[in-house]
């Protein structure tokens, strides 16, 4: 065996290189990171082919003052933490003091900086340096050139100008989304990409993000003790193929998290489905001593002490935003939609905002009701008088006046599809199909939110499973018992399963059983129960919901548009399509071209 031998500095910086500087894009992270910490309040980005060739950020920031200026680059110097308690409360977005070494020994790295007070600039170039005047009005300029120049191996692994420059505009924008009370501008190869004035939240995403997501977008503002949450989530008509247009933040440092994206995607699982994405921007606020920044060499990942915490939190925050209909709000005026009144001697369930069907106890008997749902409320003919607390439809809509209900009054109904309506606005065009559908859904969940009914199977399931799948069962039996679930050991390595979730009833025992255990370290067994008892209500839904060409009357689609001003999630189906639009009259008048 080779003796053992101390590594060269040299070589520990450029080791130490392949963990933080992974590309261009890695290079402009750290550096912009550090132009943030300096207080800066302008910072200018110049790139050219795409980085490779060369890096220059400048700010107007605090500066390095001529002692600090060549201790910058030496491994493991900051100024950003000199303790324990300082690194188990991170506020900055640097800290661990290895970036600059890092780049300085891949690539020809120069610092100039002007502290605040100070008489002139200095500059030092590379490691090992003494610093030299230079002129500079104020701030840190960070010129980095040729990277890899000396290791042509790295080089190679790098792709082309277009993909790196890519990668350093993503880069650039987490920052800038970040931070937007900074200015920050990039240009790349002479041709200015972004030029962003320091504003709010709302203005420095509508630039980065398009006006197209802010108008397809819900806000997000929850506050629950120390932990804050706001932003944009967009509406499913915005969704994406990929995750390009995700962006979180954890007290200003963008995170990928799988926590946290679990914790999003739930909240859209009842609007959101197949293979498309949702787009977000969220900052999280949160104690930095409750959250660990020191777990991933390029600041990328944190861990929370609270991590069931926090995803609970996002998770009802995002569901929440979303599930508040936009439906409520579309007439512009304050209106509360209540519930028709049943007309004398129709059943109790003889109209579409007054459904209460008896507790069912099995999967065939829940079907039953979605199915006959609809027949009870079309055999509804709403009156048309208007009392305290409640509100009838009439048969045909009076002048539009302030108290008019946000979705209008029907006017007919196209091809036994749509319901054509009009409101204080101008039109709105409804998929009569689509928003029965998301009504029965969200009536149909909160029928079997109370205690879940159980099915007791003639031969108990005897599974064979791992030593982990055994402790997991023993560990929570008290909440598998609370989802409908009755198990217990039938051997070292066997399972027995007696009882499961009634409306599950018909699914593989077995598989369901493993997906529960297997998922009941990550999260409870509710959420995994929720979203099979979800999937069968939705197709329920579906089926039960009102079928094209089935003609209504114009009691019975102003039924339907006032119980979706009533529902949760109503401008979607529960496959994420929308239910409605609203066509406003100035865009018809602009259609017809009136007035020109």
């Known amino acids: 065996m080779p003796a053992i031998h101390r590594l060269s500095d040299p ?47 400048s700010d107007d920031g605090c500066g390095i003052d001529k002692g600090d200026l060549a201790l910058a680059l030496e491994r493991h110097a900051t100024s950003k933490i000199a303790s324990l308690e300082d690194l188990e409360s991170v506020a900055t977005m640097g800290f661990r003091g290895e970036a600059l070494a890092a780049i300085a020994s891949v690539a020809r790295t120069s610092i100039t900086s002007r502290a605040r007070g100070a008489g002139h600039a200095w500059r030092v170039e590379g490691t090992g340096r003494a610093p030299e005047p230079a002129p500079l009005n104020h701030g840190t300029v960070v010129d980095v050139q040729e990277l890899y120049y000396n290791t042509p191996a790295r080089r190679k692994f790098l792709k082309t100008e277009g993909t790196e420059f890519a990668h350093c ?38 630039l980065l993000m398009g006006d197209d997501f802010l108008e397809h977008a819900r806000a997000v503002s929850v506050e629950a003790g120390p932990l804050q949450l706001t932003g944009f989530a967009s509406l499913p008509a915005y969704s994406r193929a990929s995750r ?20 999003i995607r739930q909240a859209y699982r009842d609007i959101l489905h197949g293979s498309r994405h949702p787009a977000y921007v969220l900052f999280l606020q949160i104690d930095p001593r ?18 069931r915490a926090v995803h609970q939190f996002v998770y009802h925050a995002v569901e929440r935003a979303l599930g508040h209909s936009g439906a409520a709000e579309a007439g512009g005026d304050a209106f509360v939609p209540t519930a028709p009144v049943a007309p004398t001697g129709a059943p109790p369930a003889a109209a579409f905002g007054h459904y209460a069907p008896t507790p069912v106890q099995s999967p065939l008997a829940m079907e039953s009701a979605a199915r006959n749902y609809y027949d009870f409320a079309s055999s509804a003919r709403p009156t048309e008088s208007r009392t305290q607390g409640s509100y009838t439809a009439p048969a045909m809509p009076p002048e539009q006046t302030g108290e008019a209900p946000p979705l209008g009054f029907a006017l007919a109904q196209l091809h036994g599809v749509y319901i054509l309506a009009q409101n204080a606005q101008g039109m709105v065009l409804v998929d009569m199909h689509a928003a029965h559908e998301r009504i029965l859904y969200e009536r149909l969940k909160t029928v079997l939110d109370g205690t879940p009914s159980i099915q007791r199977l003639l031969i108990p399931a005897v599974l064979s499973v791992s030593a982990r799948e055994m402790a997991t069962a023993e560990a929570c039996e008290d909440a598998l018992a609370g989802m409908g679930f009755e198990i217990s050991p039938a051997g070292p390595t066997a399972l027995s399963v007696r009882t499961v979730p009634a409306l599950l009833a018909s699914a593989d025992v077995g598989e369901l059983t493993r997906s529960v255990l297997a998922e ?15 999937e069968l209500l939705a197709t ?52 017809f071209l009136r007035g020109q």
């Not at 409750?290 to 002490?305: G, L």
């Not at 001003?565 to 066509?583: L, M, S």
Request: glycine share 4%; with cysteine; aromatic share 4%.
């Open 169 to 206: 505009d993503e880069a650039f924008r987490r920052v800038a989304l970040a931070r937007p009370d900074i200015a920050m501008q990039l240009t790349h190869n002479g041709r200015v990409s972004h030029r962003l004035p320091a504003s709010d939240m709302t203005r420095r995403v509508g």
């Open 290 to 307: 409750t959250v660990d920044v020191n777990v991933h060499p390029a600041k990328i990942e944190v861990r929370f002490r609270e991590s």
């Open 11 to 57: 070589l520990i910086n450029q080791i130490a290189a392949g963990e933080v500087v992974e590309r261009p894009a890695s290079v402009l992270k750290e550096v912009l990171e550090n132009a943030v910490d300096a207080d800066s309040q302008a910072i200018e980005v110049l790139l050219e082919a795409g980085g490779v060739r060369r890096i220059r950020i």
């Open 540 to 591: 329920m839904a579906c089926h039960g919901a009102v079928r094209a060409n089935r003609t209504l009357t114009i009691p019975e689609m102003n039924a339907l548009l006032r119980q979706m001003e009533a529902t949760d999630r109503a401008d979607q189906c529960n496959h994420g399509r929308p239910t409605w639009t609203q066509f406003s009259m100035a865009e018809l008048d602009r259609f």
């Open 244 to 263: 390009d247009a995700q962006y979180f933040f954890v007290n200003g440092r963008f995170v990928r998290d799988k926590l946290i994206t679990h914790a």
């Open 520 to 534: 009941l370290d990550d999260m409870p067994a509710t959420e995994v129960i929720t979203a099979r008892r979800n």
